[in-house]
């Protein structure tokens, strides 16, 4: 039985005076990662704001298991990681996810237990800022975790690592999700996409597709998820002018 943790009905979102944006319906699932994949500038962003509860929604709903997105009860149970370090610099890893843990109400073994799932043990006393752009990534995804939470949402979180630690996070991905969390992952690169149960593509605020990878290539009748995205927006194109 498919469990739907989170909900958005109807959403739109106006940001600087300019439609983000609209109306979009989408269900996230417990268990599963769910990627939504689209060109920088299309609204990933603000769909992942309106999850967590820190985007002003001009209409529509976002609830997570039956509570508004933004609602005290939800602070425990959504990790999110945005696309900039969400640690300070000055701190080693252990000290960041300490204060993090106790700002959270997490136990302290969940901070070993962060460190340990994002492998930075060899680097939990390691100042923050002194880090590789990968160790850092790692660090800001360890606070995302104290607590497990049910929901994770990660904004970009494989931009500009190599090509072994981007297998090896979404091998981690993998493994909370079966764990039981919902992820949902956000990114502009296509060849990203069979890493995913399930993909969102969006365009210019529009999801233009919801299905698995293999199922939107069989529809589109391509071989792999770039070509598919052209043959929408191109199909769009067609319906638009027809």
């Known amino acids: 039985m498919v469990n739907n943790l989170v909900e958005v009905r109807s959403l739109v979102v ?14 996230i699932e417990q268990g599963s990662v769910t990627g939504l994949l689209g060109p920088s500038g299309c609204g990933k962003s603000t769909l992942l704001r309106s999850l967590v509860g820190v985007q002003e929604l001009t209409s529509g709903r976002v609830s997570i298991d ?3 997105a933004g609602g005290k009860e939800l602070r425990s ?3 999110y990681v945005t696309q900039d370090p969400s640690v300070y610099l000055d701190l080693t890893v252990r000290e960041n996810l300490q204060f993090f843990a106790r700002v959270l109400g997490a136990g302290t ?29 790692r660090a800001s995804l360890a606070v995302a975790l104290l607590g497990h939470p049910d ?24 493994r ?7 992820v949902f992952v956000s990114s502009h690169v296509m060849d990203e ?10 365009r ?4 233009i597709a919801d299905d698995s990878p293999d199922r939107i290539r069989e529809l589109t009748g391509t071989r792999d998820i770039e070509s598919a995205f052209l043959a929408l927006v191109d199909a769009a194109e067609e319906e638009r002018t027809a």
């Open 204 to 207: 210019e605020g529009l999801l």
């Open 66 to 68: 039956g509570v508004e």
């Open 151 to 174: 929901l994770l949402v990660l904004d970009e979180p494989t931009v500009g690592l190599d090509p072994v630690l981007r297998r090896d996070l979404w091998a981690l991905f993998h």
């Open 193 to 202: 996409a069979d890493r995913c149960d399930r993909l969102l593509l969006m």
């Open 14 to 27: 106006d940001r600087g005076g300019r439609r983000v944006l609209h109306g979009l319906d989408l269900t």
């Open 77 to 79: 149970r959504i990790g």
């Open 109 to 137: 073994g969940s901070v070993d237990q962060a460190i340990e799932t994002v492998a930075l043990s060899d680097h939990a006393d390691q100042v923050v800022g002194r880090l590789s752009g990968g160790q850092l990534s």
């Open 176 to 182: 909370l999700a079966d764990d039981g969390a919902a």
